[in-house]
């Protein structure tokens, strides 16, 4: 089994399914339409399509061209044309052979997002490495530790402070 593109109609992905391993192309996804009550043959209705195609790697959205797809196949079965029409003549009457098939069903999966998309998403600022983030964690420790330190020599400064001044008032006969 592998894994297949649900699309919709403008060739984005909506879901994900399972497919036999040896299933390629497009497939088209009918829904059909409920009862009308007069009783009149309803025609299904086109909703989508599995597309059994490998998604071109790197795209942020990517989209599925259906022009691209039909020129595939209409290229394609143009080949296998060309190539059975050599086969089939007489060696000695043949021309060279047909190059061969260099189409790449990939190419139909193309970037569905516009250029101002994709410069505002490379324009934002990328989230930080673990290592950035445990660089400033300690640098943010070793502040705090200091900050600390610092708490706690106020701290010995005002308990010192007050001792000395319980220390007067009752001496003055204030506290008793």
């Given at each position: 089994?592998?894994e297949?593109?649900i699309?919709n109609?403008?060739?984005y992905?909506?879901d994900?399914?399972?497919?036999?391993?040896?299933?390629?192309?497009?497939?088209?996804?009918?829904?059909q339409?409920?009862?009308?009550?007069?009783e009149?043959v309803?025609?299904?209705v086109?909703t989508?399509?599995?597309?059994a195609?490998?998604?071109?790697p790197?795209l942020?959205?990517?989209?599925?061209?259906?022009?691209?797809?039909?020129?595939?196949?209409t290229t394609l079965?143009?080949y296998r044309i060309?190539l059975?029409?050599w086969q089939?003549t007489?060696e000695?009457?043949r021309a060279?052979?047909?190059?061969?098939?260099?189409g790449?069903?990939s190419a139909?999966w193309?970037?569905?997002?516009t250029?101002e998309?994709?410069?505002a998403?490379?324009?934002?600022v990328?989230p930080?490495?673990?290592?950035?983030?445990?660089?400033?964690?300690?640098?943010?420790?070793?502040?705090?530790?200091?900050e600390?330190?610092?708490?706690k020599?106020?701290n010995?400064?005002?308990s010192?402070?007050?001792?000395?001044l319980?220390?007067y008032?009752a001496?003055k006969?204030?506290l008793?």
């Amino acid at each position: 089994m592998k894994e297949a593109i649900i699309v919709n109609l403008d060739g984005y992905m909506t879901d994900v399914t399972l497919v036999a391993d040896d299933v390629t192309g497009v497939f088209p996804i009918y829904q059909q339409p409920g009862k009308s009550e007069s009783e009149e043959v309803v025609e299904p209705v086109l909703t989508g399509h599995t597309v059994a195609v490998p998604v071109t790697p790197g795209l942020y959205k990517p989209r599925f061209d259906f022009a691209a797809w039909e020129t595939y196949q209409t290229t394609l079965e143009a080949y296998r044309i060309s190539l059975a029409t050599w086969q089939g003549t007489p060696e000695e009457d043949r021309a060279s052979e047909p190059p061969s098939w260099t189409g790449e069903m990939s190419a139909c999966w193309i970037e569905g997002l516009t250029q101002e998309e994709l410069d505002a998403i490379k324009n934002t600022v990328p989230p930080k490495s673990t290592e950035q983030k445990l660089e400033e964690s300690l640098a943010l420790v070793a502040q705090l530790r200091q900050e600390i330190a610092v708490q706690k020599d106020i701290n010995a400064a005002n308990s010192a402070d007050f001792m000395a001044l319980v220390d007067y008032l009752a001496e003055k006969g204030v506290l008793d």
